[in-house]
């Protein structure tokens, strides 16, 4: 049992590239998140799934894309990485319907640096 | 923006009890106050949550008060891996929406 698992967990990148990151949950939650996180500061909603087969924008959506391949599975994906991008994205997952607690399971983190 | 308060920063001497406020004073009737803590630069970890009762758990004991405008977290035996910011969250329990987190309150276990 891995809980969430996020790869990878450091890049560096151009401004201007793409990357994705990936983000599994083997817990069978329903609830899937991507949350950033600067320097010194809280962390920051990106984007949710609900449930396998919808996505909500949080807070800071703006150049970022995000799929929700499978229950399992939740990907984000900057299309065109600026340096204001460069921080600390976190997925987490909760949620299994009747005994949802509304506690949220965190990856260790993908450290991404775009120059 | 989030709509709790936490002081910045406390400090706590190993052994003692550390006791971490929260103001959420416009708190809704269906929404729980949840406690997160983040070791330094790890993903966040779930402590404890509550409605109006309190709550203890193995790591944790929350004390909510009866109004609801305020709670504390209370560890009950302080040690240096409990150095960490620690997050107080409003959220209606059992959803999916959100957390949505501050700037939380770093506290510092001194030996």
Redo the contacts between chains.
Sequence with gaps: NAGVTQTPKFQVLKTGQSMTLQCAQDMNHNSMYWYRQDPGMGLRLIYYSASEGTTDKGEVPNGYNVSRLNKREFSLRLESAAPSQTSVYFCASGGTGTSDTGELFFGEGSRLTVL | D?KTTQPPSMDCAEGRAANLPCNHSTISGNE?V?W?RQIH??????II?GLKNNETNEMASLIITEDRKSSTLILPHATLRDTAVY?CIE??????R???????TQLTVLP
């Design positions: 989030a729980y949840y997160y630069s790890q993903g966040p970890q779930y949550h997050y959220k209606p329990s059992g959803s999916a959100q957390l949505t987190f501050g700037s939380g």
